[in-house]
Every structure is written in structure tokens, then in C-alpha cells.
């Protein structure tokens, strides 16, 4: 069983909010991820790290700000929450840059802005 | 650029029986990974099986195994004794080894099992 957690695993709040989602992982990942699907949809990559002090936008623009200070931890901001953040935040770790191996998620968070 | 076509928004199946969900894909990398992931209404990302570029073998995980063809591009997934637990989501998944080593995701195939 993947050792990876989010929190918290559902989130209403109102526009114009700070919020920040977090993600810890247990297995000394160097490489993690967040991605955002929307519902019935497909996972997007809006972020990514290859380590400490690496942070880099994925293929889907998103508004958000991740930082990664510790292996373990790299949480999500956004700064002004809107009604169109809502969607559900997936994070995600592996061992290496090798592509057998497998990506671990988190149990994802499920954001609604009113 | 990696690209991952599922067409089957929606599949039923009856319980016992097997089914096959349909995977193509198209990328320039030589070497990649093919992944089956399922995902309940719960949310969470389930990792079901594996399929390498250089794998010879179709690879094989308990019920779910994987029918890799790769002239043809596709990597189907095959759930064999369909239970009523395997109602979920499907997404099949690549990864390559160049830009950000992520999962480039297709849209999924929503899999009911009728009792």
C-alpha cells in the first residue's frame, strides 16, 4: 500500500479564499506531481518536482503555486480561490525517472469554490 | 507528445463474464511504460498492472491482464470473472522517460457489472 496522503480530502470554502492542499509522502520519492481532473474527465499535470528546491508547471496551466522545501512534502496554494478551481487534486509520487516505474497517488482532494 | 485514446466513454458487463477495455496510443519515445489504473467513486488512483515497450510477455496481474500490441499501437486491458467490486473508472496511462516523466492520461472507460 502506497504511503502517500492528502489532505484534506474535501474542501468547500467561498471565492477569493487562500487555501492550501496538502501532500506527504513517506517513501523518500525524490519525483511528485499534482494533477487536476476534472469530473468524469482525465487527469491534467499542472505541476511537478524532481526534488528539493525543483518545482516546474505541467502541461495544463493552472493558477496555483506548489513549493517543495522537504522530500516528503510538497503542498499546493492558491492565493484567490474561484468558482472554476473547483475540480478534484490528485497527488502523486515515484522512485525514479524510469518509466516501469509506477506512480503512487494520494487519495486525492476534492475542491468546490462557491 | 504522448497521446492516450480510450473510445469507450461506457461499458457493461455481466458479473463472471470477462471484458476488454481499449487502449491506443501514439508517442515518439522508444522506450515507455503502458499502466491500467482504476478508479472507484471514491476517487483514489488504483495501480492495476504494468505493460513495458520492451516487455515480449503480455504482462498478467491476478484477474487483469493486459493484451500489449505494439505495431498497432493499443494496450487493452482485459478483466477476466468480472466482479461487482470492479465497477469503477479505467484509465489507461503512458509515461515515457523524456520532459517531465509524467502519466499522460486518457479519458477513461466507466466499466458497470451487472449482477
Known amino acids: 500500500e502506497a504511503d502517500i496522503y492528502q489532505t484534506p480530502r474535501y474542501l468547500v470554502i467561498g471565492t477569493g479564499k487562500k487555501i492550501t492542499l496538502e501532500c506527504s509522502q513517506t517513501?523518500?520519492?525524490?519525483?511528485m506531481y499534482w494533477y487536476q481532473q476534472d469530473p468524469g474527465m482525465e487527469l491534467h499535470l499542472i505541476h511537478y518536482s524532481y526534488g528539493v528546491n525543483s518545482t516546474e508547471k505541467g502541461d495544463l496551466s493552472s493558477e496555483s503555486t506548489v513549493s517543495r522545501i522537504r522530500t516528503e512534502h510538497f503542498p499546493l496554494t492558491l492565493e484567490s480561490a474561484r468558482p472554476s478551481h473547483t475540480s478534484q487534486y490528485l497527488c502523486?509520487?515515484?522512485?525514479?525517472?524510469?518509466?516501469?516505474?509506477?506512480?503512487?497517488f494520494g487519495p486525492g482532494t476534492r475542491l468546490t469554490v462557491l | 507528445a504522448q497521446k492516450i485514446t480510450q473510445t469507450q466513454p461506457g461499458m457493461f458487463v455481466q458479473e463472471k463474464e470477462a471484458v476488454t477495455l481499449d487502449c491506443t496510443y501514439d508517442t515518439s519515445d522508444q522506450s515507455y511504460g503502458l499502466f491500467w489504473y482504476k478508479q472507484p467513486s471514491s476517487g483514489e488512483m488504483i495501480f492495476l498492472i504494468y505493460?513495458?515497450?520492451?516487455?515480449?510477455q503480455n504482462a498478467t496481474e491476478g484477474r487483469y491482464s493486459l493484451n500489449f500490441q505494439k505495431a498497432r499501437k493499443s494496450a487493452n486491458l482485459v478483466i477476466s470473472a468480472s466482479q461487482l467490486g470492479d465497477s469503477a473508472m479505467y484509465f489507461c496511462?503512458?509515461?515515457?522517460?523524456?520532459?517531465?516523466?509524467?502519466?499522460?492520461f486518457g479519458t477513461g472507460t466507466r466499466l458497470t457489472v451487472i449482477p
Open positions: 496511462a503512458m509515461r515515457g522517460i523524456t520532459g517531465a516523466n509524467n502519466l499522460f
Open positions: 505493460q513495458g515497450s520492451y516487455d515480449e
Open positions: 502523486a509520487s515515484s522512485e525514479t525517472w524510469v518509466s516501469y516505474n509506477e506512480q503512487f
Open positions: 517513501m523518500g520519492h525524490d519525483k
